[in-house]
């Protein structure tokens, strides 16, 4: 299996981030993304595809279709730039860099 | 609270084993009760997932890495630890050690961490 994600995505405060991951293995089995920014641990934003963990943001939200799946950040702010990794079935994602603009 | 933490040298050399340990604090009963893992990150930035274990359910591994990596589980210390057999410099990364989500562990491939440690730099050079 394979996940592709593009390599970056750029937005304006207050815009709406959409980052996919595309590969069969999402078909098959969750998807979860994670958040890193530089020099720290990725972090769990969402797990079964569309759960929040406790303390990240209703703003973050995730979908499924087929074998895409997607991470939507709503009202984008500053703090929301890093990279965004999408995972499953064992696999992980290039990456997406996000930039606020 | 759990937080878990990597410990082992920073310096191995090409062919030979890389050992770490991470060390789960905070109940004792921690490291029966969920599973436990690694992940790698390489210098380029691509992240890696290497293994998995379960004091109940055993090891879950990689395809691509399963063949050098032997992961155990120390109850008695809170402790959990990864070797990995014959290493080149393409194994040079930052190793994260982590708690598997909960509440996807038994239901799904047991690689998505909720808790991550943070992380150490296992460079492979003679």
């Known amino acids: 299996y394979e996940l592709t994600q593009p390599p970056s995505v750029s937005v304006s405060p207050g815009q709406t981030a959409r980052i996919t991951c595309s590969g069969d293995?999402?078909?098959?089995?969750?998807s979860y993304w994670f958040q890193q920014k530089p020099g720290q641990a990725p972090l769990l934003v969402i797990y079964k595809g569309t759960e929040r963990p406790s303390g990240i943001p209703e703003r973050l939200s995730g979908s499924t279709s087929g074998t895409t799946a997607t991470l939507t950040i709503s009202e984008v702010q500053a703090e929301d730039e890093g990279d965004y990794y999408c995972?499953?079935?064992?696999?992980f994602g290039g990456g997406t860099r996000l930039s606020v603009l | 609270q759990v937080q878990v933490q990597e410990s082992g040298p920073g310096l191995v050399k090409p062919s030979e084993t890389l050992s770490l340990i991470c060390t789960v604090f905070g109940d004792s009963m921690f490291t029966k009760k969920h599973t436990w893992g690694w992940v790698r990150q390489s210098p380029g930035g691509g992240l890696e997932w290497i293994g998995s274990?379960?004091?109940?359910?055993?090891?879950f591994d990689n395809p691509s890495l399963k063949s050098r990596v032997t992961m155990s589980l120390d109850t008695s210390n809170n402790q959990f630890s990864l070797k990995l057999r014959s290493v080149t410099a393409a194994d040079t990364a930052v190793y994260y050690c982590g708690r598997v989500e909960p509440a996807v562990e038994t239901i799904d491939t047991p690689s998505a961490f909720d808790i991550w440690g943070p992380g150490t730099m296992v460079t492979v050079s003679s």
């Open positions: 293995a999402v078909a098959r089995q969750y």
């Open positions: 995972h499953s079935a064992g696999m």
């Open positions: 274990i379960s004091y109940a359910r055993g090891t």
